[in-house]
């Protein structure tokens, strides 16, 4: 069963109807326009521990992308991150949001980048302005991003079946070797997000889930060139742990991106959000005070 948390979450969520598809997304405060967009392979339920501080002082959105979490995740989809840009696009619309600041965390970081590059490079506009974008860790650069083996596996020819033998004891084991040695996922942590992942049978999905990552590749030089031509503010808070997308990446973030603002989280890992929620709501909200 789901800890009371994450009942609290769903209880105080909405459903936006995309197409023949329903959508699970929360909305609170008041303010300018936050959207909180989540990663693989958990939901925006990741945002948890820093929504009421982001409460105060935005008005913050947070869905579930198509396929994760309370949203539906239909069997013989082809996902990709161009639609979930367009999932968002459309919710922010039917909010009448007109301008949004962006936090994004891993496979939120590209769809990020594709609503920026839709701005800033594109004939294809989004229905909002993207006022700012922080990156938590992600594979923003792929020659910069170190996909652990059962994401490589999964994606792979044998992917179809090795879906059928996910369960709760392997993901722990997967989920936590990308946290920092010392901010672990409490097994209450693990029990939450693999609700959020099994839901309506949602991890025999994770081989289709997975096909953002050529996705990375494909519109590499694309993303990049929005990045680099922006001048909405940037700011990336990287887990320095992270085995995927930590030291290296921040690295590779500095030597391609002009006039880089980076913040480094010594020791936590793929989920700063998770495992330093106080540590990165005060980078954030630092990042936010330089913002005209």
Not at 66 to 86: I, T, W
Not at 101 to 114: P, R, V, Y
Not at 238 to 266: C, F, M, Q, T, W
Request: with cysteine; hydrophobic share 40%; aromatic share 10%.
């Amino acid at each position: 069963m789901p800890t009371k948390p994450l009942q609290q979450w769903k209880a105080s969520g909405n459903y936006f109807q995309w197409r023949e598809h329903s959508i699970f997304y929360r909305d609170q405060g008041k303010g300018d326009v936050l959207l909180c967009i989540h990663g693989f392979p958990t939901a925006s339920f990741d945002w948890q521990r820093m929504w009421p501080a982001l409460a105060k002082h935005f008005r913050v959105i947070s869905l579930d992308l198509l396929g994760f979490g309370f949203s539906d995740k239909p069997r013989r989809h082809n996902y990709s991150v161009l639609e979930q840009a367009d999932i968002i696009d459309a919710l922010l619309e039917s909010l009448n949001v007109i301008q949004a600041h962006l936090l994004a965390h891993d496979l939120g970081d590209s769809i990020a980048q594709e609503l920026l590059a839709r701005q800033e490079t594109s004939a294809t506009l989004n229905s909002f302005d993207v006022r700012s974008i922080c990156f938590l860790n992600g594979g923003l650069f792929p020659e910069a991003h170190r996909p652990r083996l059962i994401q490589t596996l999964l994606r792979g020819p044998l992917g179809p079946l090795m879906v059928y033998g996910l369960n709760e004891k392997k993901f722990a084991q997967s989920f936590s070797a990308v946290f920092g040695t010392d901010t672990q996922p409490s097994s209450e942590d693990i029990a939450d997000f693999w609700h959020l992942i099994s839901l309506n049978r949602g991890e025999k999905l994770a081989h289709r889930l997975l096909q953002y990552i050529p996705e990375r590749r494909k519109y590499r030089d694309r993303w990049l060139k929005a990045m680099q031509a922006t001048h909405i503010p940037m700011r990336l808070i990287n887990g320095l742990a992270d085995p995927v997308s930590g030291r290296h990446l921040l690295k590779r973030y500095r030597e391609l991106i002009p006039n880089p603002d980076a913040i480094e989280l010594e020791g936590i890992g793929h989920y700063p959000q998770v495992e330093a929620p106080g540590a990165v709501l005060s980078a954030f909200l630092d990042f936010h005070k330089k913002i005209p």
